[in-house]
Each structure stands twice: as structure tokens, then as C-alpha cells.
């Protein structure tokens, strides 16, 4: 079970958009529609921004939205703003009632 | 709304077991709806999924800790526990105990706020 790939980090002018991506296998990501994503502020606890690979949980804002494709799920961030500046991690079912979370994207807001 | 909240010792001394607790408040923890989960990250790190419990008792575990790793629930005290055996300084980390749901793709929505364990002598 080894951990997802994901771009180290990721960068956007306000009001763009980016997308990071997070790569798996078809043991995980391939498999099951159960990737989610999380956003972490430093020194904070992670927070659910999508689950079931497009879901928004309440509250999340529609800038946040999920996909996937084969092996390959994506986060895109529309119209970047400063507070989304903060590291995101992407998680996937892994089977057997395992999951395996993402290596971790930073994403700075120029 | 669900509360976690993580405690336990900050410091342990390699070989030895790292002890947690998760007291979880505004709801039950023997509710059908949820898994309890453990997740930790070291420092400047990303996440590492370590386990999760369900209130029958079942449990399920990270392959590459499954060795070392025992976690159990107390439905008396609304609390849900991590034993990591055998520490070394490779399991420092912050350490949080989260909910998942079945309605939610079993992602995990509900945090502690993680509390940090060294192991060093």
C-alpha cells in the first residue's frame, strides 16, 4: 500500500484556477469512487472538502470541485483565493477496509 | 455536530507503546453511523492513515502497522484508544483521531485537533 502521488506543489494568481492532480493504482483510486480531499492550514487539523470523489460536503465553497479518470483523480481550486493557500491531500479507499492518503500538495497563492 | 478530542502522553521512550485516547462528545459513539479512525503526521509531513474502529469492534489497520497497532473502544466512557507497540523515533508525529460515515464515502469529516508524540529517550 503505498502512498498516492501528488505534485509537491502547485501555484496560482487570485482568481485563477489550478488543478492538482493525485495519482493511483487500480488497487485504490482505480477501483473504488471513494477519493476524497482535504485542506490543511499549517498547525491546523485537515478538513474535508470533497468526498465520493465530487462530493462537496455543506459549507465547502462551489470553488472546490472533484474528478476523476482511471487511476487519476483531480482537485480544482476556480477563482483562487489567499485563503486557499494551504496544503491539500488527496485519500482513497485501498480495499479490504484500508485507505491510503495522498503525499501532499501545497498550493501558494502568488 | 461531532467533537473529538485527543489525549494521551506527549513523550515516549523508544521500545515502549504509545498510548491515545479520542473522548468523542455530541454523539454516541456506538452509533451504526460511524467508524472512528486514526490518521497521524510527522512533522512537516503528509498523513498517514493508521486505522479505524467500528463500534462492533471490528477493526481494520494499515498494512505496514498492522504488527504494532491495536485499537479498541470504550462505549462506557464515549472513547476510542490507539496502542502502537515497539515505538521508535520514526513515529513521531501528530496524531488525530477522526469520524468517518458511510454516508459520506466513509471520508473522514470529523476531527481532533491532534496531539503531538515524541519518542525519544
Known amino acids: 500500500q503505498s502512498a498516492l502521488t501528488q505534485p509537491a506543489s502547485v501555484s496560482g494568481s487570485p482568481g485563477q484556477s489550478i488543478t492538482i492532480s493525485c495519482t493511483g493504482t487500480?488497487?485504490?483510486?482505480?477501483?473504488?469512487?471513494?477519493v476524497s480531499w482535504y485542506q490543511q492550514h499549517p498547525g491546523k487539523a485537515p478538513k474535508l472538502m470533497i468526498y465520493e470523489v465530487s462530493k462537496r460536503p455543506s459549507g465547502v465553497s462551489n470553488r472546490f470541485s472533484g474528478s476523476k479518470s482511471g487511476n487519476t483523480a483531480s482537485l480544482t481550486i476556480s477563482g483562487l483565493q489567499a485563503e486557499d493557500e494551504a496544503d491539500y491531500y488527496c485519500?482513497?479507499?485501498?480495499?479490504?477496509?484500508?485507505?491510503?492518503f495522498g503525499t501532499g500538495t501545497k498550493v501558494t497563492v502568488l | 455536530q461531532l467533537q473529538l478530542q485527543e489525549s494521551g502522553p506527549g513523550l515516549v521512550k523508544p521500545s515502549e507503546t504509545l498510548s491515545l485516547t479520542c473522548t468523542v462528545s455530541g454523539g454516541s459513539i456506538s452509533s451504526s453511523s460511524y467508524y472512528w479512525g486514526w490518521i497521524r503526521q510527522p512533522p512537516g509531513k503528509g498523513l498517514e492513515w493508521i486505522g479505524s474502529i467500528y463500534y462492533s469492534g471490528s477493526t481494520y489497520y494499515n498494512p505496514s502497522l498492522k504488527s504494532r497497532v491495536t485499537i479498541s473502544v470504550d462505549t462506557s466512557k464515549n472513547q476510542f484508544s490507539l496502542k502502537l507497540s515497539s515505538v521508535t523515533a520514526a513515529d513521531t508525529a501528530v496524531y488525530y483521531c477522526?469520524?468517518?460515515?458511510?454516508?459520506?464515502?466513509?471520508?473522514?469529516?470529523?476531527w481532533g485537533q491532534g496531539t503531538l508524540v515524541t519518542v525519544s529517550s
Open positions: 487500480s488497487s485504490d483510486v482505480g477501483s473504488y469512487n471513494l
Open positions: 485519500c482513497s479507499y485501498a480495499g479490504s477496509s484500508t485507505f491510503v
Open positions: 477522526a469520524s468517518s460515515r458511510h454516508e459520506k464515502g466513509y471520508s473522514y469529516d470529523y
